[in-house]
């Protein structure tokens, strides 16, 4: 069985101010992770994703993530939020023979001038 | 090259109807998941179809959805006599998936299925 939890389901920072967007996940295998974000009447974007090789995962627009294994969290973070962050934001677990995507119930970022 | 397509892109039926959402997936992907995303919540998976296997159907909420994938390609998913409790959105992904991998997922546009 496999689970992803989001701990915050808002999160609001200020431009220019570091984003971290928290996750943890339960896997009874080594899991893949990914981080998706989905811009208000847009499709899903895959931002990053982790598959067992490096733990420090860097994705597109500046974001990356770090496996922790120990901790069971992939945390995304960014150095420096922009107004285009603003977006809903799915942390995102498949492992073993788990053939579809498990899906945490989403954090929305709020990106203020 | 071309990412996954859905349409229609929204759907308004009056309940009780039948409706059919279509995906062209990514080409030469061989794996496609429809997957539904009801107001102010997550993901839920409905559907997985890879290759020539049988599918996955342990998502589907109830007989009155089916799905299906014509030459290994474009997938209809129907739902039957709806309700308003369908009323969401509809999301068709596609994978490269090889056996023992797991490739990430590219998602279309969806569908958004209204319900009056």
């Known amino acids: 069985a496999q689970s992803v939890t989001q701990l915050d389901s808002h999160v609001s920072v200020s431009e220019g101010t570091p984003v971290l967007l928290r996750c943890n996940y339960s896997?009874?295998?080594?899991?893949?992770l990914f981080w998706y974000v989905q811009h208000p009447n847009k499709g899903l974007q895959l931002l990053l994703k982790?598959?067992?090789?490096?733990?420090l995962v860097k994705g597109i627009n500046g974001f990356e993530a770090e496996f922790k294994k120990s901790e069971t969290s992939f945390h995304l973070t960014k150095p420096s939020a922009h107004m285009s962050d603003a977006a809903e934001y799915f942390c995102?677990?498949?492992?073993?023979?788990?053939?579809?995507?498990?899906f945490g119930s989403g954090t929305q970022l709020t990106v203020l001038p | 090259g071309a990412g996954v397509s859905q349409s229609p892109s929204n759907k308004v039926t009056e309940k009780g109807k039948d409706v059919e959402l279509r995906c062209d997936p990514i080409?030469?992907?061989?794996?496609l998941y429809w997957y539904r995303q009801s107001l102010g919540q997550g993901l839920e998976f409905l559907i997985y179809?890879?290759?020539?296997?049988?599918?996955?159907k342990s998502g589907l909420p109830s007989d009155r959805f089916s799905a299906e994938r014509t030459g290994g390609s474009v997938s209809t998913l129907t739902i039957q006599r709806t309700q308003q409790e369908d009323s969401a959105v509809y999301l068709c992904?596609?994978?490269?998936?090889?056996?023992?991998?797991?490739?990430?997922?590219?998602f279309g546009p969806g569908t958004r299925l209204t319900v009056t």
């Open positions: 992904a596609s994978s490269p998936r090889l056996a023992g991998l797991t490739y990430e997922q590219y």
């Open positions: 896997s009874s295998y080594s899991p893949s």
């Open positions: 982790y598959t067992s090789a490096a733990t």
């Open positions: 995102v677990v498949s492992s073993g023979s788990a053939r579809q995507l498990t």
């Open positions: 080409s030469g992907h061989t794996a």
């Open positions: 179809f890879q290759g020539n296997s049988a599918p996955d």
